[in-house]
């Protein structure tokens, strides 16, 4: 893996230095230092890792305030600023896929030339950046787009917005604190009625690791999950042993080195804002060093006027990233060697139109989500066959 350096931002002119202090949404840097920061709502200062993270927010950097070192030692540094939403695509040195930028770091593969075209024109290839792998870690990959893709882009989205922050009590005045006491109440009204319908819980055991993966039925999820355990049924939070998830887009979880033989119970639950937790999922239970849980996808199909009709049902398996319906002229297509489609994670079931008389083979497989475009757990190899 490349070694990547902390972006330096070189000005061409001396910026006098501020006594005043600094305020959220600034551009910032230290008196003996070009290295530029935006300071946020939280109160802490986020780095851009390069100089085209930086361009695609600003223009120039005539709003940068110097400080003193003493000031921006005081501040406390938050993580790294994500590309601006839908200003680039992105791919990583050691990966020829392409990636779209979605708000909060999220990455996701564009799967045609002709879904690049419809974001960026015709000449989208010159609109990609190379991101080091050692920032690409920093970025969520989500689920592939097509052509069908619905951009959801607001003109003023902000840095705080994309970095998923809000206001730190300590930068507040006692008018923002009561504002944000009085969005806080409404906030729980928010939660209450933004709940996700259900959360679908997979605990499979490899080794003396608890394998976790979950799947969100409706409803939102902005404050990141908890996931607790217990030897007794349905354990809740914080009475039981727990771990706090702050990314509301994570979707595993791996619960190591637990006792060989240990009878364990797992439940995930969605967090509120107020720190409570709001749905959980059923109880999972397992035993440490055996599991008879094994994921697994079933594929059935039929022939009807010329229509290959198929639908899956899968086991201890959460499709968070969605399936790959592959389809090819011999036994056992595979991903992504042969005719593939993506499919939603909710898609059970689709009618494969516009086949030519013949013979051929389906499978359905879990897409991984991940850097490498895996495809894992395949179904049985179905034989169907058009008139």
């Not at 070189?10 to 230095?17: A, E, F, G, T, Y």
């Not at 305020?23 to 200062?45: C, F, H, M, P, T």
């Not at 392409?98 to 990455?107: A, E, I, R, S």
């Not at 994921?295 to 398996?317: F, M, Q, R, Y």
Request: charge should be negative; aromatic fraction near 12%.
């Amino acid at each position: 893996m490349k070694k990547a350096t902390v972006f330096l931002l070189i000005l061409l002119i001396i910026l006098p230095v501020s006594t005043a202090r600094a305020e959220s949404g600034q551009l910032i840097k230290g008196e003996s230092s070009n290295s530029v920061y935006y300071k946020a709502v939280d109160g802490k200062r986020y780095v851009f890792p390069n100089e085209k993270i930086y361009y695609s927010w600003y223009a120039d950097f005539s709003g940068v305030v110097t400080l003193s070192d003493e000031e921006l030692a005081n501040i406390p540094m938050g993580g790294n600023v994500f590309y601006k939403p839908n200003s680039r695509l992105v791919k990583i040195t050691t990966d020829p896929k392409v990636y779209w930028v979605d708000k909060f770091g999220v990455l996701r593969h564009i799967l045609s030339e002709k879904a690049a075209q419809d974001l960026f024109g015709s000449d989208w290839i010159s609109q990609i950046d190379d991101l080091p792998d050692v920032f690409f870690a920093n970025y969520t990959i989500g689920a592939p787009i097509d052509s069908d893709f619905t951009i959801e882009i607001t003109e003023d989205w902000t840095i705080d917005d994309n970095q998923g922050l809000t206001a730190s009590k300590d930068n507040q005045t006692q008018e923002e604190q009561e504002a944000a006491d009085k969005e806080k109440e409404s906030q729980k009204t928010a939660d209450q009625d933004q709940q996700p319908e259900s959360i679908n819980l997979t605990v499979i055991v490899k080794n003396q690791d608890a394998v976790l993966s979950w799947f969100v039925q409706g409803g939102n999820v902005d404050y990141g999950f908890v996931i607790v355990k217990s030897e007794q049924e349905n354990p809740s939070y914080p009475d039981d042993e727990y771990v706090k998830l702050v990314d509301s887009t994570a979707t595993s979880y791996i619960w190591e080195n637990l006792p060989n033989g240990s009878a364990l119970h797992f439940r995930i639950c969605r967090l509120n804002s107020d720190g409570t937790c709001g749905t959980y999922s059923d109880d999972e239970s397992v035993v440490i060093g055996v599991s008879d849980k094994v994921p697994k996808i079933t594929l059935n199909g039929s022939v009807e006027n010329g229509v290959a009709k198929l639908s899956w049902d899968t086991e201890w398996l959460s499709p968070n990233y969605g399936f790959y319906l592959v389809r090819g002229s011999n036994e056992n297509p595979k991903y992504p060697t042969h005719v593939n489609l993506w499919l939603d994670k909710t898609k059970e079931s689709y009618d494969w139109q516009g086949l030519s008389a013949g013979t051929y083979y389906f499978r359905v497989c879990r897409y991984t989500g991940t850097t490498d475009d895996q495809c894992e757990y395949y179904s049985n190899n179905l034989e169907l066959t058009i008139e």
